[in-house]
């Protein structure tokens, strides 16, 4: 039981530190007009790197819950 509520803390740690980073780029192509053309492709990557951040350690979750 403790193994599992640690990666869930270190899911959610993750998962907060992926979003402060998405913020930060979109807080710096906000303020750089050239940077507008890499924002879609930038926000478009962190969804997906955020995403199969969470079903990798769901799957790691779910591979201890059986074991």
């Known amino acids: 039981m403790f193994?599992?509520?640690n990666k869930i803390i270190i899911l959610l740690i993750i998962s907060?530190?992926?979003i402060?980073?998405?913020i930060i780029i979109y807080s710096v192509a906000?303020?750089?007009?050239?940077?507008?053309?890499?924002?879609?492709p930038i926000i478009i990557f962190h969804v997906f790197?955020?995403?199969g951040l969470v079903y990798i350690l769901l799957?790691?979750?779910f591979i201890g819950v059986n074991s």
């Open 30 to 40: 906000k303020n750089k007009k050239e940077v507008k053309i890499f924002f879609i």
């Open 20 to 22: 402060l980073n998405a």
């Open 49 to 51: 790197t955020m995403l």
């Open 3 to 5: 193994l599992t509520e």
């Open 59 to 61: 799957f790691i979750m």
């Open 16 to 18: 907060f530190l992926l």
